[in-house]
């Protein structure tokens, strides 16, 4: 009896399904977080380089990358740990970090999960985190623009998913939404 596989069209088949479950599945976890996330807004620092393969690309500085350590920060952190920063809006909207833990918070709390990319010495007063929200793709032309905005008006809207995964939403300025991340 021949088995299932040793037709070449089987063969084939499985090849173009593992291939589809690779580029799918980090599509889907990108959309998971985008449709059922909670909506966070950042501050940031605008960049716009070019890159001649990739296009125009801001890069985002979330103020949220630099944590003082006076919010409460585990002393046992090493670069590459894996860390989740509470949240909570300001009187302005803005999502501060409030607090670092080790672990995701239990209590509900809006929490991003971050990699420690530079641990404080004895003399330093910050925290940098890494959250992957470092460049946002935009079309051709437009980075310029964004540059040249007024770096405290410039905020990006991020969903949070309740693991602590994000991923961004839009680019906003003064209310308006300057850009959409389409999650493709």
């Known amino acids: 009896m021949k088995t299932l596989l040793a037709s070449p069209w089987a063969r084939w088949g499985l090849a173009g399904l593992l291939q589809l479950a690779l580029v799918g599945l980090p599509l889907a976890d990108r959309l998971q977080v985008h449709w059922f996330g909670q909506e966070v807004t950042l501050a ?49 909207g803005i999502s501060r970090a409030v607090a670092v833990l080790s672990a995701p918070p239990a ?5 991003l999960k971050g990699q420690v990319s530079r641990t404080s010495s004895p003399t330093a007063d910050t925290l940098r985190i890494d959250y992957g929200l470092d460049a946002f793709f935009v079309p ?34 003064d209310g308006e939404v300057l850009l959409k991340d389409s999650a493709f």
């Open 107 to 111: 209590d509900g709390r809006i929490a």
């Open 44 to 92: 940031l620092r605008p960049v716009d380089p070019r890159d001649l393969l990739r296009g125009d690309y801001v890069i985002l500085n979330p103020e949220i990358q630099l944590v003082d350590v006076g919010v409460g920060v585990p002393q046992d952190l090493f670069g590459g740990d894996a860390v989740w920063v509470v949240v909570e809006p300001d009187g302005e």
């Open 140 to 173: 051709e032309g437009q980075g310029l623009e964004i540059e040249r905005m007024p770096r405290d008006r410039v905020r990006l809207v991020v969903a949070v998913s309740a693991d602590g995964r994000s991923a961004p939403l839009r680019l906003v300025a």
